[in-house]
Nanobody
Framework: QVQLVESGGGLVQAGGSLRLSCAAS????????MGWFRQAPGKEREFVAF????????YYAGSVKGRCTISRDNAKNTVYLQMNTLKPEDTADYYC?????????????????WGQGTQVTVSS
């Protein structure tokens, strides 16, 4: 069982930046593809970004590409999401997730473990 704990959310003005962190309890952290998802009120959970096990590959949703960077520090069992040039439409609860299997990594259903989320609010 992998436990994931997100942090770093908060209130920021449009155009600002935040860095989200997700700490994993699993000592075999490098076995997992890590993803970030978000869910705005009244909307479905949507994919933001994922990173492969040693960070060789990353992939982003079109809505955040160029503004967000996913990274991981396997020595710290932590994955990050740096978000720049934030927009009000980025307001959501942000979740990190972990999966061991290869294959599709841009859908929520592919992930085995989830954190509790951290709230991001972007004011206009």
């Amino acid at each position: 069982q992998v436990q994931l704990v997100e942090s770093g959310g908060g209130l920021v003005q449009a155009g600002g930046s935040l860095r989200l962190s997700c700490a994993a309890s699993e000592r075999t952290f490098t076995s997992y593809i890590m993803g970030w998802f978000r869910q705005a009120p009244g909307k479905e959970r949507e994919f933001v970004a994922f990173i492969t096990q040693i960070g060789a590959n990353t992939y982003y949703a079109g809505s955040v590409k160029g503004r967000c960077t996913i990274s991981r520090d396997n020595a710290k069992n932590t994955v990050y999401l740096q978000m720049n040039t934030l927009k009000p439409e980025d307001t959501a609860d942000y979740y990190c997730a972990a999966k061991r299997s290869f294959g599709i990594s841009a859908i929520a259903g592919a992930y085995d473990y989830w954190g509790q989320g951290t709230q991001v609010t972007v004011s206009s």
